[in-house]
């Protein structure tokens, strides 16, 4: 079964049965990347463009393997290296790349809204691989499938969402995504990061960070975005980690089968602490993992992947 839609966007779009749909391919794909050859013929003779416009080391690097997985063309672009430099805007390079028969584009842009003027003016597929401050569709999936492959479900979970919630596209779609499969999100964080009318989201909202943990299924913890602040929204890392940092002291309260994760990068000793970061409870490179299963789901999906016998 595909998707009958062209683009992936947000989450908020997106229904139940199509989350589903996603997360239970990508459990599906996920034995590919663990074989002695990683690598089925499913998306032979498609192209997919990876158009990237803000640095990125995860999401990149997992849509360009899950695209070779799936025997994809893959081919990269950044702004920096590319004729932007030189005054083109984003739609006549979308329209020259289109040009060139892509079936899908993969795009990551600082301008919220990016992907959907992609979307409306090209016949290609658009992936939003996050934009601005508002959406990471594809890194809230790939967190629902970790945590849905770790708990068995994710209705009724309790799920704490700790940071810089102002400036998180990953927040935004996470609160999307878990609320829409029935779990409970927890957004804590300074009264600084936390943006007003983000109760509206359907999240439980407070600047207690030990209240958000406690019980929690899930405990997320976020990074300072300072790339998108204007000014440092408190006084120093030290004090900020002190109020909202993952400590050991911390994980005493939180259930001892709590999952700690984080969709990277880290900044250790600020939000996370080292040892909780590579500690027994924590997922952070499973959620890595899964993020090439659920981008080869995507592109499956999207690109009209047809599996055969021998693919398995
Ligand atoms: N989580 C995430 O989007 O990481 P990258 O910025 O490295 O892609």
């Known amino acids: 079964m595909g998707l009958s839609r062209k683009d992936i966007l947000d989450i908020d779009s997106l229904s139940v049965d199509e989350i589903q749909t996603i997360l239970d391919t990508a459990d599906g794909l996920k034995e590919i990347n663990s074989r002695p050859i990683k690598k089925v013929p499913t998306l032979r003779g498609k192209t997919v463009i990876l158009f990237f416009h803000e640095p990125s080391t995860r999401t990149r690097t997992s849509f360009d393997i899950a695209a070779k997985r799936l025997s994809a063309d893959s081919i990269s672009i950044s702004a920096s290296t590319s004729s932007m430099v030189k005054g083109e805007t984003l739609i006549d390079t979308a329209k ?3 040009a060139m028969s892509p079936d899908i584009i993969v795009l990551r842009h600082a301008s919220s809204g990016a992907p959907y003027l992609l979307a409306k003016t090209l016949s290609a597929s658009i992936i939003n691989a996050g934009d601005g401050m508002h959406a990471h569709p594809t890194q809230a999936l ?12 994710l209705e009724g979970l309790r799920i704490a969402i ?3 919630i102002a400036h998180s596209r990953v927040a935004r779609s996470n609160v999307a995504g878990f609320t829409k499969m029935g779990a409970e999100v927890c957004l ?3 009264p600084t990061m936390i943006p007003y009318g983000v109760d509206t989201l359907g999240a439980h909202v407070t600047y207690d960070m030990d209240e958000a943990i406690e019980g929690a299924d899930v405990v997320m913890t976020l990074r300072i975005q300072r790339e998108r602040q204007k000014s440092f929204l408190f006084p120093t890392e030290r004090e900020y980690a002190k109020r909202y940092g993952l400590t050991p002291d911390r994980l005493k309260h939180i259930p001892p089968d709590a999952l700690i994760m984080h969709p990277g990068p880290i900044n250790r000793g600020v939000e996370i602490a080292p040892e909780i970061a590579d500690g027994p409870y924590s997922v952070i490179l499973d959620q890595v993992a899964n993020g090439v299963a659920l981008r080869m789901s ?3 999906l999207l690109g009209g992947g047809v599996r055969n016998a021998d693919d398995h």
């Open 298 to 300: 995507l592109l499956y």
């Open 188 to 190: 804590a964080g300074p």
């Open 162 to 164: 700790i940071g810089d």
């Open 96 to 98: 020259n790349l289109e």
């Open 142 to 153: 790939l967190d629902m499938m970790t945590v849905r492959e770790e708990k068995g479900r």
